[in-house]
């Protein structure tokens, strides 16, 4: 049976060709041999180019490897934390949400909210995501990220080989401005410590700064969002004593600019792919 007639191998193939449709991913790969027919065969070849995203051509059901999980951890995919470490991240999360965020009439925010919205994810992921603010469904919900622009971010988190479960998803400010407005800058200086405080709990790999407020927040700059895309930064926690070493920070558009900006789509996804490189995730040509 020919790939094409693989019901497992179109599945894939029609995944990822939908999310580099979504992405703005112009590039689809029409050739799978190189000229000559001396390199690997096709299938090899694109097992190689994508090892996790589509199972084998043939061999046993065993022998393939799994398309990259939609939900659930795969624990490759997080920090390699005991489970006694898992845990007291975990506590320190949850209290520091149940404690000081969710009581907090820091600034004038908290008169408008409907919930706080603390974030959510796994204590020990390696990549955090950082975005401006919870907009009306986040608002509703308490939760980061669910409306139409979360809807995009979990397309790009999938599009990177990774779940939801497997990352870190939260804002610069933990309370809805009225109107989906940018947090002020008082509202923000306000917010900073939990958003610094979640990030020396997780202490990831990388942190990727959705939008200008927030790369203009963890990276205390004025610069422009189309400058800073694209380039790795870095960033200090604040605190002490768990000062650590950097934490590399790539900022990119925020999902809801992509929505309004669908051109810009491939350039996300370019600043995505450098993530996945510095990850070692295999990273799609
Ligand atoms: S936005 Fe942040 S600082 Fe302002 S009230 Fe909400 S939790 Fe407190």
Redesign the pocket.
């Known amino acids: 049976m020919g790939i094409l007639e693989d019901p497992a191998w179109r599945a894939a193939i029609r995944r990822r060709l939908e999310i580099d449709l979504l992405l703005g991913v112009g590039y689809v790969p029409l050739k799978l041999t190189p000229a000559g027919g001396s390199g690997p065969s096709p299938a090899t070849r694109w097992r190689q180019d994508r090892p996790s995203a589509v199972p084998a051509a043939s061999g046993t059901a065993s022998a393939r490897p799994a398309p990259p999980a939609r939900s659930g951890v795969r624990p490759e995919m997080v920090q390699a934390v005991t489970a006694e470490e898992l845990q007291e991240r975990m506590q320190a999360l949850k209290a520091l949400d149940e404690n000081r965020?969710r009581v907090?009439?820091?600034?004038?925010?908290?008169e408008t909210?409907t919930r706080?919205v603390f974030g959510q994810g796994h204590a020990a992921a390696r990549l955090v995501f950082v975005g401006e603010?919870p907009g009306y469904e986040e608002d509703q919900q308490g939760l980061a990220f669910v409306g139409k622009a979360g809807q995009l971010l979990t397309r790009m988190i999938e599009a990177m080989g990774l779940s939801r479960d497997e990352v870190f998803i939260c804002n610069v400010?933990?309370?809805r401005p009225p109107d989906n407005r940018t947090?002020a800058p008082d509202?923000i200086a306000?917010?900073w410590p939990?958003l610094d405080e979640q990030l020396r709990i997780i202490r990831p790999e990388v942190i990727v700064a959705l939008g200008k407020p927030a790369a203009q927040t963890l990276l205390r700059t004025q610069e422009s969002i189309g400058r800073m895309r694209g380039h790795w930064f870095e960033y200090y926690t604040s605190g002490s004593p768990n000062v650590g070493p950097p934490t590399p920070l790539m900022p990119t558009y925020h999902p809801a600019y992509l929505l309004r900006s669908p051109a810009e789509k491939a350039k996300a996804w370019s600043d995505l792919k450098q993530v996945m490189a510095r990850l070692g995730l295999p990273v799609p040509r």
């Open positions: 965020v907090c009439r820091s600034c004038k925010l908290w909210r706080t603010g400010v933990k309370c947090p509202e306000a917010c939990y």
